[in-house]
């Protein structure tokens, strides 16, 4: 693609002789009457020129609309925009307006635009859809990191982002499919080169209003009463137009608020006078000659890294006492009973409370509820570590502490997650959310490990100084950096009605009903698995061999995240995929279950939590294909609280009751000794092996039932692919 500056600098060449035209008129119910208004149309990147087809339709009479038609060599952005610009000159008279959607569509609008202007052709405006600007950190880091993510990623998760906002594939034939997803991917990126070079080196303002128009639904414009004030850098006037209820692909069933928004916004705002319609509104206008003028510190990447670093700090120690602290308890009373118990109450009360943090961290400055909750957590643990000082840290106390702890820490996560909006430039969020997720990942993945150590090494009385320095570490970060006065993440409404209108959705529904009722009875023998990890593999290994076990466990979860980035999962039959997976898991449970002995444990987890975590990424792909965006979280929230009530039983009832029974029966001249004993192993420990082979020929049994089941076997044809959201 060629620089901008090179683009404009080498003038419009006339349209080649013998190349065909790529502005295409589509057919309209009524072509005769004067030219009143000439629109150009780029629709989104995956988009023929038929997308168009329906603005043209609701269009005013007079009001002609073309579109433009990508060749089959497509010869990127700088060539496309200099033939297009050379046929606006060529065939299009009297008033002009460019209209690009999506983040391809934006980027070769814009250009066009660019252009035109060198040439001398008025425009009246720009409208731009479902797009603000997307564009790379100058961080060799990052930017190195997010490339090296985007090559690994299949053209199969491309396709499943077509078909998630309604475009539908399963009437395509698979390489027809897989071509738009990878023409989607290259246009993503030559948006994203585009954007960036835009705005880091705009080659001066152009003389018309830039106006956005979003969907109120659409996740991909979030902040938008923020966020079209970035295309200052290239325009002098910026607008943003907001459509009620709707989501990315608003082109398809909402042209006729779009036509109205396009015949009257731009006349607006050079008159200053009011306008709104039916189902939409003018959101917000900005006509700064400057970027911003707003006072106070502002987003930045340096900024976002300084307090997310410290939060890793933060987070990893926290994750260390988390794995420390019950595995202490065990290794001290024998206890299932009491792991499992205080295993909830580091992750129960804060799920809880978590309905009630979100409601108030909306209200309330992030940074102020982050110190708030450090400063909890640093007194908890003190209190703790005061308490293991003398000896009573083994009573009653360690179970109220623990609580407070899961209180105070899910208080100080959940401002620090909504405040990343505030501390990093909006364009380069995507990229700070995917450093958040890998930080998480790699504290999670150490834990054990430097849990294991250093219980074995130093004692409990190490790991909570180490989490009090790490929390102090947080409070001294958070104390200095300013944070900035910009737009912070606020959920859409509350997480119990966001549950209670997924449980609706999921109810309304014979195929959802009976997913729900899957993962129920699922995690009912899937969480005590996860739990008993640590005290399996102290039954016959020390405690650093532990913390290895755990860590491949975390590999685990890794491997699933990387084998879905580079497979992107099933094109059909995905629910068959999850039980597959589900079976696959079960496999995984006997064999760590079968041998007392580290390398079959290590790769039993292993596989545990490879197997969990591909069986996530097909749910979650499932939910973003088969549901309507605006009720992704929904659904999702819905899964989520499934999850959390099976954990009480799972922790507390089957994998204590089922150890406290089988232990004895595997004991040397144990009733099972004999038989089940003769080929698992008798001993200490060996009725957590059993427990580890029942659940996992539970889950098998639930999955086969689940495959002969009809609304689970022909769950990927009785529920189709989500639609575009209705008007």
């Known amino acids: 693609m060629q620089s901008l500056d090179h683009s404009l600098g080498r003038g419009t060449p006339s349209v080649p002789p013998g190349d065909p035209l790529l502005l295409c008129e589509p057919v309209r119910p009524d072509p005769g009457g004067p030219v009143v208004r000439t629109y150009v149309c780029v629709p989104f990147g995956d988009g023929a020129a038929t997308a168009c087809q329906p603005l043209a339709d609701a269009l005013p009479p007079g009001h002609r609309v073309f579109s433009l038609v990508r060749p089959a060599r497509d010869p990127g952005i700088g060539e496309l925009a200099a033939r297009g610009a050379a046929e606006i000159l060529d065939r299009v008279d009297g008033p002009l307006v460019l209209y690009g959607h999506g983040g391809a569509g934006s980027a070769l609008v814009l250009e066009l635009a660019y252009r035109l202007t060198a040439a001398g052709r008025p425009i009246e405006a720009v409208y731009l859809g479902a ?18 993510l985007r090559r690994l990623r299949s053209d199969q998760a491309y396709a499943n982002r077509l078909t998630g906002p309604g475009r539908e594939l399963g009437g395509l034939d698979p390489a027809h499919a897989l071509r738009l997803a990878r023409e989607l991917r290259e246009d993503t990126e030559r948006a994203e080169e585009h954007h960036t070079r ?3 080196h705009p080659a001066g303002r152009l003389p018309v209003p830039i106006i956005t128009i979003v969907g109120a639904d659409d996740p991909a414009t979030d902040y938008h009463a923020e966020r079209f004030r970035e295309w200052h850098p290239i325009t002098g006037t910026s607008a943003v137009v907001v459509l009620d209820d709707a ?5 398809e069933n909402r042209a006729g608020q779009v036509a109205r928004v396009i015949t009257t916004v731009d006349a607006a705002l050079h008159t200053g006078a009011a306008v709104a319609g039916d189902g939409w509104r003018l959101a917000g206008v900005s006509r700064s000659p400057e970027r911003d003028h707003r006072a106070g510190p502002r987003p930045s990447m340096r900024r976002f890294a300084t307090v997310a670093v410290s939060q890793l700090v933060s987070l990893t120690g926290a994750q260390i006492a988390d794995f420390a602290v019950p595995l202490w308890i065990y290794s001290l009373t024998g206890s299932l009973t009491r792991f499992g118990l205080l295993t909830l109450l580091a992750i129960i009360p804060g799920l809880v409370v978590a309905p009630l943090a979100g409601a108030v961290i909306d209200r309330t400055d992030r940074r102020r509820v982050m110190l708030a909750g450090d400063c909890a957590a640093g007194l908890v643990v003190a209190a703790m570590a005061l308490s293991y000082a003398t000896g009573g840290l083994l009573d009653w106390p360690l179970y109220p502490l623990l609580a407070l702890l899961s209180v105070a820490l899910t208080f100080q996560r959940l401002a620090y997650l909504s405040a990343v909006p505030q501390l990093v430039p909006k364009q380069f969020l995507g990229h700070a959310n995917g450093l958040v997720q890998t930080a998480e990942g790699a504290a999670r993945l150490i834990a054990p490990l430097a849990g294991a150590a250093l219980l074995a090494a130093f004692g409990m009385e ?34 119990l009605a966001e549950i209670a209108a997924g449980f609706r959705y999921s109810v309304g529904n014979r195929s959802f009903r009976a997913m729900l009722v899957l993962f129920a009875v699922v995690n009912v023998f899937m969480s005590p698995l996860i739990l008993l990890v640590q005290p399996l593999s102290l039954s016959f290994a020390p405690l650093t061999t532990a913390g290895w076990i755990s860590f491949a466990g975390g590999l685990g979860v890794a491997a699933g995240g990387l084998t879905l980035t580079v497979w992107g999962g099933p094109r059909r039959h995905r629910m068959r995929a999850v039980l597959l997976f589900i079976l696959l898991f079960a496999v995984f449970a006997v064999l760590t279950g079968a041998h007392a002995s580290a390398y079959p444990v290590a790769v039993g987890v292993f596989g545990i939590l490879f197997s969990l975590s591909v069986t996530n990424g097909i749910y ?8 309507p965006q605006r009720f992704h979280g929904r659904v999702l929230a819905a899964n989520q609280m499934i999850a959390w009530s099976s954990m009480p039983v799972a922790f507390l009832l089957v994998a204590p009751g089922a150890s406290h029974l089988l232990n004895p029966l595997l004991e040397p001249g144990g009733p099972l000794a004999p038989t089940v004993g003769a080929v698992i192993g008798t001993g200490a420990g060996r009725g957590i092996g059993l427990t580890y082979i029942l659940c996992g020929l539970a889950i098998a049994v639930v999955a086969g039932l689940a495959m002969r089941h009809p609304p689970l076997a022909r769950f990927d044809d009785e529920i189709p692919d989500a639609g575009p959201d209705a008007p």
């Open 620 to 627: 979650m792909t499932m939910i973003q294909v088969k549901v």
């Open 462 to 495: 190490w790991i909570l100084l180490l989490e009090v320095a790490t929390v102090a570490v947080s409070i001294a970060v958070v104390l200095a950096v300013r944070f900035p006065r910009a737009m912070a993440h606020q959920r859409g409404e509350p997480l």
């Open 131 to 148: 797009v603000f600007p997307v564009t790379r950190p100058a961080s060799r880091l990052i930017g190195g990191l997010s490339a090296w």
């Open 198 to 200: 835009l705005l880091q």
């Open 247 to 251: 989501g990315h692909r608003f082109l």
